[in-house]
């Protein structure tokens, strides 16, 4: 388990404005993460981040 204040400290590949595009894709498109992550050019890990942050 890592520690929350690790995780607040880590930097973000996506500026906020992108972060709410990819979860907005998501909810409305009911497109797979694998998929957006290829539509924006990042990881699908950063992708399940931005969806269920």
Same mark, same amino acid.
Do not use: Y
């Given at each position: 388990?890592?520690? %929350? +204040?690790a995780?607040?400290?880590?930097? +973000?590949?996506?500026? %906020?404005?992108?972060?709410?595009? =990819? #979860?907005? =894709? +998501?909810?409305?498109?009911?497109?797979?993460? =694998?998929?957006?992550? #290829?539509?924006?050019?990042?990881?699908?890990a950063?992708?399940?981040? +931005? =969806?269920?942050?």
């Open positions: 388990m890592t520690c %929350p +204040c995780v607040a400290l880590r930097r +973000c590949a996506l500026r %906020p404005s992108q972060r709410a595009r =990819v #979860a907005l =894709v +998501c909810l409305r498109e009911h497109i797979t993460l =694998v998929k957006i992550a #290829a539509g924006f050019r990042i990881s699908e950063t992708a399940r981040a +931005c =969806v269920h942050s």
